[in-house]
């Protein structure tokens, strides 16, 4: 039933123009639209690949993030995209654990890679490289 469906992924922001920065530019993803579906919380809503990135303005008193599973861009060459935007201030996660260890931000599980890094209010994001 949804397996042709787009999916639509929201996170909240504490800064709206900070976060639409740095999806936009550092990122580079496609800014489509600015709106607020309800009265002073503006939404920013950006093109990732055939779904799309909402970013929520919280309002006054919006809690920390959550610890969420990360927002995962899947790309073909995980060292080229992990050099880009580190040239454009992206600082990645490094990891040291018995069961995932990053080498340059880059770990690789069953031949998957992954590099991991956060957005301006702390949401974890990720690269992926599928093997083959």
Not at 29 to 45: C, I, K, M, Q, W
Not at 69 to 87: H, Q, Y
């Amino acid at each position: 039933m949804l397996g042709d469906a787009d999916v639509l992924v929201n996170l909240g922001t504490s800064d709206p123009e900070r976060t639409r920065a740095f999806y936009e530019e550092t990122l580079g993803l496609e800014f489509l639209l600015r709106r607020e579906l309800v009265e002073g919380r503006p939404e920013l809503v950006f093109r990732a690949g055939g779904g799309a990135l909402i970013c929520i303005e919280g309002g006054e008193g919006t809690p920390e993030p959550p610890r969420n599973p990360p927002f995962t861009f899947r790309v073909d060459d995980i060292a080229a995209a992990v050099a880009s935007l580190r040239e454009r201030g992206v600082t990645f996660e490094e990891y040291d654990l018995p069961f995932l260890k990053t080498e340059d931000a880059i770990a690789e599980v069953a031949g998957v890679k992954a590099a991991w890094f956060r957005d301006p209010d702390g949401y974890l994001l990720a690269l992926m490289q599928e093997a083959g």
